[in-house]
């Protein structure tokens, strides 16, 4: 797969949303549009990654593909949707035993994934490698407009003011980079720490923005002025307690960025105050190693191996107990709650809530409207 760019005029009297890494989530992203309440008058940029990690791939896709016929929408690649390409299009023994293999493995993680969606639709059931030849002649008859609608998308799209492209520029120079490999600029991690700097700002999605805090997991978009780049993925579908964010720019000239975002987890009232922890770690799944000081019931005591800090965490955050043991992304902090505050539940322990609030995730150890 090559880099292409598509370069476009948006007029100036009109709102961009610009939203990424949906991950099958449908009602997410419909939920999120209402919000913003995105109509006709808008301009939509989706900037990759619509399907897989999530319930509904299938629908998500479709119902993407419906918006645009209805409203002015841009859509880009994404790094997983360009693999879910190539992984359908690789034909020999090995990679039909591959693809039984993950497709098995999203149903356990996930509960489905692309093809299973659509081998659900057909009711053709996968039971082995030799299954495999026979699901993709099915599926490229029965799924031509959909593969059709991925094949097509750009993987860089270039405006007046701004660049959009799912994980990120190697260079500023964007026309040196047609004809290249796709995923130079479909999987580039950690792109804000690439110290680069660009003319027009770029925006990305691909690298959750809580994965760039040691200390606090914020799951809100992060503008960065001096570079010009603007980082959005909120972690929809990969993190515990992800959102899906919507920047929302007023007009092609402006810089006077908004955002908005959409989660599913319940609402409550905070019924106390709580004052702000003075340390806490946000552990990454790019440095997860812990050691074991204390096992329990519920939490264990443990000792972040990189930094040396110990902490609390819940045993179902804990991949293992050995040696050699790691951690699903955690954090011990302690949110600042005002009586009165919403706090989003994400879930309730014997030590307090684990929440958001204004997109940051922490523990609340006092009393909620509903409990009371």
Same mark, same amino acid.
């Given at each position: 797969?090559?880099?292409?760019?598509?370069?476009?005029?948006?007029?100036?009297?009109?709102?961009?949303?610009?939203?990424?890494?949906?991950?099958?989530?449908?009602?997410?992203?419909?939920?999120?549009?209402?919000?913003?309440?995105?109509?006709?008058?808008?301009?939509?940029?989706?900037?990759?990654?619509?399907?897989?990690?999530?319930?509904?791939?299938?629908?998500?896709?479709?119902?993407?593909?419906?918006?645009?016929?209805?409203?002015?929408?841009?859509?880009?690649?994404?790094? =997983?949707?360009? $693999?879910?390409? !190539?992984?359908?299009? #690789?034909?020999? %023994?090995? +990679? &039909?035993?591959?693809?039984?293999?993950?497709?098995?493995?999203?149903?356990?993680?996930?509960?489905?994934?692309?093809?299973?969606?659509?081998?659900?639709?057909?009711?053709?059931?996968?039971?082995?490698?030799?299954?495999?030849?026979?699901?993709?002649?099915?599926?490229?008859?029965?799924?031509?407009?959909?593969?059709?609608?991925?094949?097509?998308?750009?993987?860089?799209?270039?405006?007046?003011?701004?660049?959009?492209?799912?994980?990120?520029?190697?260079?500023?120079?964007?026309?040196?980079?047609?004809?290249?490999?796709?995923?130079?600029?479909?999987?580039?991690?950690?792109?804000?720490?690439?110290?680069?700097?660009?003319?027009?700002?770029?925006? =990305?999605?691909? $690298?959750?923005? !809580?994965?760039?805090? #040691?200390?606090? %997991?914020? +799951? &809100?978009?992060?503008?960065?002025?001096?570079?010009?780049?603007?980082?959005?993925?909120?972690?929809?579908?990969?993190?515990?307690?992800?959102?899906?964010?919507?920047?929302?720019?007023?007009?092609?000239?402006?810089?006077?960025?908004?955002?908005?975002?959409?989660?599913?987890?319940?609402?409550?009232?905070?019924?106390?105050?709580?004052?702000?922890?003075?340390?806490?770690?946000?552990?990454?799944?790019?440095?997860?190693?812990?050691?074991?000081?204390?096992?329990?019931?519920?939490?264990?005591?443990?000792?972040?191996?990189?930094?040396?800090?110990?902490?609390?965490?819940?045993?179902?955050?804990?991949?293992?107990?050995?040696?050699?043991?790691?951690?699903?992304?955690?954090?011990?902090?302690?949110?600042?709650?005002?009586?009165?505050?919403?706090?989003?539940?994400?879930?309730?322990?014997?030590?307090?809530?684990?929440?958001?609030?204004?997109?940051?995730?922490?523990?609340?150890?006092?009393?909620?409207?509903?409990?009371?």
């Amino acid at each position: 797969m090559k880099t292409t760019i598509n370069k476009i005029n948006v007029p100036s009297d009109r709102r961009i949303i610009v939203t990424s890494d949906v991950h099958g989530h449908y009602k997410h992203l419909k939920n999120l549009l209402e919000k913003v309440n995105f109509s006709e008058k808008d301009i939509l940029f989706i900037i990759g990654d619509i399907i897989e990690k999530g319930p509904e791939s299938l629908k998500t896709l479709r119902y993407v593909m419906d918006i645009c016929k209805k409203y002015t929408v841009y859509i880009l690649m994404g790094n =997983v949707d360009a $693999w879910r390409l !190539t992984m359908f299009e #690789d034909d020999d %023994a090995e +990679s &039909n035993e591959e693809l039984l293999d993950y497709i098995i493995y999203m149903k356990e993680r996930w509960g489905g994934c692309f093809f299973s969606d659509m081998c659900d639709e057909l009711n053709f059931c996968i039971s082995s490698p030799s299954d495999i030849p026979e699901a993709k002649l099915r599926i490229s008859k029965s799924f031509n407009d959909e593969f059709e609608f991925l094949r097509s998308l750009p993987t860089i799209i270039e405006t007046q003011n701004f660049i959009f492209v799912h994980g990120g520029l190697p260079t500023a120079d964007i026309d040196s980079l047609v004809g290249d490999d796709a995923f130079n600029v479909l999987k580039n991690d950690a792109f804000i720490n690439k110290n680069l700097y660009f003319p027009k700002y770029v925006i =990305v999605g691909h $690298w959750p923005v !809580t994965l760039y805090g #040691d200390k606090i %997991a914020c +799951s &809100n978009p992060i503008v960065n002025h001096n570079q010009k780049i603007i980082s959005i993925d909120g972690g929809c579908g990969l993190k515990r307690d992800g959102q899906l964010n919507a920047l929302i720019i007023p007009d092609i000239n402006s810089a006077d960025f908004t955002f908005s975002s959409y989660d599913d987890f319940p609402i409550d009232i905070a019924m106390t105050s709580q004052e702000e922890s003075a340390n806490s770690v946000n552990i990454r799944y790019t440095d997860n190693k812990i050691k074991i000081l204390e096992k329990g019931n519920e939490f264990s005591y443990a000792q972040h191996i990189t930094t040396g800090y110990c902490f609390y965490i819940l045993n179902s955050y804990i991949y293992s107990y050995s040696e050699n043991s790691a951690c699903d992304d955690y954090t011990d902090y302690c949110l600042p709650v005002k009586v009165g505050d919403e706090l989003s539940v994400i879930q309730k322990t014997s030590r307090g809530y684990l929440v958001k609030k204004d997109g940051i995730s922490g523990w609340y150890r006092g009393k909620l409207k509903n409990d009371i």
